[in-house]
């Protein structure tokens, strides 16, 4: 069969349209991380508090969210800023260190569980909840949405040029996954900062960010 110009010029687009589906599909349930808003202040600022925004794509509704955070810092000390987040209604290991995180999606304000598992502080960090009544899921979102955020400072004293500040997606043990849960049962295990994972004990690689004096 002969393809006639017009075809000719159709039979690629057609082409580039599938892979950008397919390309949008792969990365529809995914974290990312952000400090200080993004852009050129994404990064962590020596001597004062770093906002750090956790945000998600889905692809389906969600009533269950478990994510395990591994935080460590080459060359240099850091620490979670207390007093920044609120006290959720469940919590394990809560009392340890208060209020390091605070739940920003709206439907957070109608899961009666919520928690953050601090009993690895200052190593890592579980963070999730269940909506039990299954009535106010995270509804889907194609473009990140924030779920929770917290504050790391770091000191003073610290030289930009010797340190990088890095978090990784982790297992938490002894149960807690990385994992998605929507209505009917289904798990999802998301990428991190588009890197791909094929298990609720992810593999995708850390990320890294540069620490920086004050622009101020």
């Not at 990385?178 to 990428?191: A, L, Y």
Request: glycine share 6%.
């Amino acid at each position: 069969m002969t393809i006639t110009a017009p075809l000719r010029r159709f039979v690629p687009l057609c082409l580039c349209l599938l892979l950008v589906a397919g390309l949008t599909q792969a990365q529809t349930n995914n974290v990312t991380l952000q400090f200080n808003g993004g852009g050129e202040n994404n990064k962590l600022f020596i001597g004062q508090n770093n906002t750090l925004d956790i945000s998600i794509t889905n692809s389906d509704s969600l009533e269950a969210v478990t994510l395990g955070l591994e935080f460590g810092c080459d060359g240099c000390q850091f620490e979670f800023v207390r007093r920044y987040g609120e006290v959720p209604e469940f919590t394990d290991y809560f009392q340890q260190i208060k209020q390091l995180v605070r739940f920003e999606h709206p439907s957070f304000f109608y899961w009666s569980v919520k928690q953050v598992n601090t009993s690895k502080v200052p190593d890592s960090l579980l963070l999730g909840g269940v909506d039990i009544s299954c009535r106010h899921p995270i509804p889907s979102n194609s473009e990140p949405t924030l779920l929770f955020s917290l504050q790391i400072f770091i000191p003073e004293d610290t030289h930009p040029a010797d340190s990088a500040f890095h978090i990784d997606n982790i297992f938490f043990p002894p149960g807690g996954q990385w994992v998605f849960s929507t209505r009917d049962g289904k798990s999802i295990v998301p990428d991190f900062q588009g890197q791909p994972n094929k298990d609720d004990a992810p593999t995708a690689p850390a990320i890294y960010f540069d620490i920086a004096k004050p622009t101020k």
